[in-house]
């Protein structure tokens, strides 16, 4: 049971370790509101899927997006914060 209970703690940290945020602004996305953001947006989301997942970061700001496709093992999130 101890043995169980040190690789669960292991896992756990080991995944929460590989989290990673993606801040949108990081990967081209600009706040300008006339451009319009949608594959810049979707290939953030996209890389942060095929690396694991992550938390998609979206600055404070205007952004034009067209629709967006979430998959799973992905969090989005709004963080009033300055990159």
Do not use: E
């Not at 949108?24 to 095929?50: C, E, H, R």
């Amino acid at each position: 049971m101890k043995k169980l209970l040190i690789i669960v703690l292991f896992t756990a940290i080991g995944l929460n370790a590989m989290a990673q945020d993606y801040v949108i602004t990081k990967f081209g996305v600009g706040t300008d509101s006339t451009k319009l953001n949608t594959k810049a947006i979707q290939s953030v989301i996209d890389q942060a899927y095929q690396k694991g997942g992550g938390t998609i970061v979206i600055p404070k700001g205007v952004y034009l997006s067209g629709a967006l496709f979430l998959s799973l093992k992905r969090n989005c999130c709004y963080k009033k914060v300055r990159y």
